[in-house]
């Protein structure tokens, strides 16, 4: 499966989700996701600068 599939695929059922949740909780939840994934893109790039520099 693609990225681009993937990803729409998980917005689908957050959305989903979020219409099942409160406003807060859904809100907050976005927002823990989001941290997760600048984290980990963040971590993903000094790992491959790190590769390039060796």
């Known amino acids: ?3 681009t599939k993937q990803i729409y695929e ?3 059922e ?3 989700l979020a219409e099942r949740a409160s ?4 809100r907050s939840a976005l927002i823990y ?3 997760q994934l ?3 893109a963040t971590s993903r790039r ?5 590769q390039d520099e060796d």
């Open 10 to 12: 998980l917005v689908e």
């Open 38 to 40: 600048k984290i980990a």
């Open 23 to 26: 406003p807060s909780d859904a």
């Open 14 to 16: 957050i959305r989903e």
């Open 46 to 50: 000094q790992e491959s600068n790190g």
């Open 33 to 35: 996701c989001i941290k």
């Open 1 to 3: 499966m693609d990225r």
